[in-house]
């Protein structure tokens, strides 16, 4: 009995189901379009930059990224790390490219390319293509070009600038930076109709494009509804539904029409005030990347009433912006990649919160979600997950009065993370949460 009381510490979405299973099974998409000799690339999560038009090129696309959930969940990953460790690269690097050095390893050194036989949903087939993308780590375009090491595969590096905050507001700098998007996208295309030796198709490109913005957006108003108190969904549903978006895992078309299930059954569940479990004591918010290799700690969490009702701001589709007087596709590509970074700056500038490129997003979420404490996870091998956590922290506290709670851990290596230690940190930041909100309601906070 009590272990069933524990599996319903989180009332999961019944829609999140199909959606993972698209997810899952792209996987095996991939597999059949090697076998079949259809061109497979690796790609690295892009925020849409790239994926778009790699789908309207009908290739066959998996993430490296996302794979090392995949391998983490399933407690494949240490094997992976270890071979990436005799092989030589340092154990401080990110969990995600360890994961793949160590699997692309095997699958080279052991099997001649073809995928090792203990990897999960079917595992990575070699590709024809490695897309790379400096946004945000950097690691990442040095990862892919280690790949080489192993496969002689070509690399295309996605370009993006992200200015300061202030520097966004300066005179022609956003413009400039949609256009340089721009070309680089264009160039892009050019490079991919050689490699492929087919020209491409720009009426499914621009289909795609605008099928991909609107299922951000409805994606954007499934997180929108979760400001609800009770919060309808909790952020084991986020993870689980979320790569649909941020990867494009799956078909697009498909894929939409399960994002508004999904918003159907979340809105079911906020005009009849269910919550995501059974008692909402703690309302939270989860940053950065999550301990993939061990989500059930947050029903652990969840059986003491806390909720997680947001969580990590780059993993979220961008603020709806209207792109439809926009005719060429990369523009709109551009645009909406470039708002999913900057989309939080104006407010930023406006509070001279000037690192909003990583903190600020969580300090409107505070207002918005009116969460009652931050759960801060540094990543010991992700410092761009991890750097501005302690500015978040302080700016939360600053501004709001919300306090954090700080547990280290990694993404990918179980190794580094302890649940039983994190658990023991729960009631002292009960107490914390609970002098906080007399004190916000002392200062003339609404929450």
């Not at 699958?107 to 087939?125: D, S, T």
């Given at each position: 009995m009590a272990t069933e009381e524990k599996k319903k510490a989180i009332s999961r979405l019944k829609s999140m189901y199909p959606l993972r299973a698209e997810v899952d099974k792209s996987y095996q998409k991939s597999v059949e379009a090697m076998r079949a000799g259809k061109p497979v690339a690796w790609a690295m999560?892009?925020?849409?930059?790239?994926?778009?038009?790699?789908?309207?090129?009908?290739?066959?696309?998996?993430?490296?990224?996302?794979?090392?959930?995949?391998?983490?969940?399933?407690?494949?990953?240490?094997?992976?790390?270890?071979?990436?460790?005799?092989?030589?690269?340092?154990?401080?690097?990110?969990?995600?490219?360890?994961?793949?050095?160590?699997?692309?390893?095997?699958?080279?050194?052991?099997?001649?390319?073809?995928?090792?036989?203990?990897?999960?949903?079917?595992?990575?087939?070699?590709?024809?293509?490695?897309?790379?993308?400096?946004?945000?780590c950097d690691a990442r375009y040095k990862w892919f070009q280690a790949l080489g090491r192993y496969m002689g595969v070509p690399v295309w590096t996605l370009e993006m600038p992200i200015p300061g905050v202030k520097e966004l507001f300066m005179e022609g700098v956003y413009e400039r930076c949609i256009n340089f998007m721009v070309k680089e996208l264009r160039e892009f295309v050019t490079f991919l109709e050689r490699l492929l030796g087919r020209k491409m198709d720009w009426s499914i490109l621009d289909e795609t494009v605008n099928t991909t913005i609107e299922l951000n957006r409805v994606w954007h108003e499934v997180n929108e509804l979760r400001k609800a108190k009770p919060c309808p969904m909790h952020s084991r549903d986020f993870w689980s539904a979320m790569p649909a978006s941020f990867f494009l895992l799956g078909d697009v078309k498909d894929t939409l029409e399960l994002?508004?299930?999904?918003?159907?059954?979340?809105?079911?569940?906020?005009?009849?005030?269910?919550?995501?479990?059974?008692?909402?004591?703690y309302r939270l918010a989860f940053s950065e990347l999550p301990p993939w290799h061990s989500l059930g700690f947050f029903d652990r969490l969840a059986e003491r009433g806390w909720n997680f009702v947001i969580e990590s701001w780059a993993y979220h589709p961008p603020i709806p912006i209207d792109l439809s007087g926009v005719s060429d596709p990369l523009e709109?590509?551009?645009?909406?990649?470039?708002?999913?970074?900057?989309?939080?700056?104006?407010?930023?500038?406006?509070?001279?919160?000037?690192?909003?490129?990583?903190?600020?997003?969580?300090?409107?979420?505070?207002?918005?979600?009116?969460?009652?404490?931050?759960?801060?996870?540094?990543l010991i091998t992700c410092r761009s997950a991890s750097t501005h956590l302690k500015y978040v922290q302080e700016m939360l506290m600053r501004k709001v009065k919300v306090p954090s709670i700080v547990i280290e851990g990694d993404i990918v290596d179980l190794r580094l993370f302890d649940p039983a230690d994190a658990l023991s940190k729960a009631e002292p930041f009960e107490e914390t949460m609970e002098h906080y909100k007399k004190v916000r309601k002392e200062e003339g906070f609404d929450w």
């Open positions: 999560v892009n925020w849409w930059e790239g994926d778009v038009i790699l789908k309207a090129m009908d290739l066959e696309v998996v993430y490296p990224e996302n794979f090392g959930t995949v391998c983490a969940s399933a407690g494949i990953a240490e094997s992976y790390l270890d071979r990436a460790d005799a092989d030589g690269f340092p154990t401080h690097l990110c969990g995600y490219s360890r994961n793949t050095f160590g699997y692309t390893s095997r699958m080279m050194k052991e099997f001649g390319g073809e995928i090792p036989p203990e990897a999960p949903m079917g595992g990575m087939p070699k590709p024809v293509l490695l897309l790379a993308s400096d946004i945000i994002y508004r299930d999904i918003y159907n059954e979340v809105k079911y569940r906020v005009d009849n005030h269910i919550g995501a479990i059974a008692e909402e004591k709109r590509i551009a645009r909406l990649t470039f708002q999913s970074q900057v989309g939080y700056f104006e407010g930023a500038m406006k509070e001279r919160e000037y690192f909003g490129y990583m903190g600020y997003p969580y300090l409107v979420y505070a207002r918005e979600y009116k969460y009652d404490g931050a759960f801060l996870h540094p």
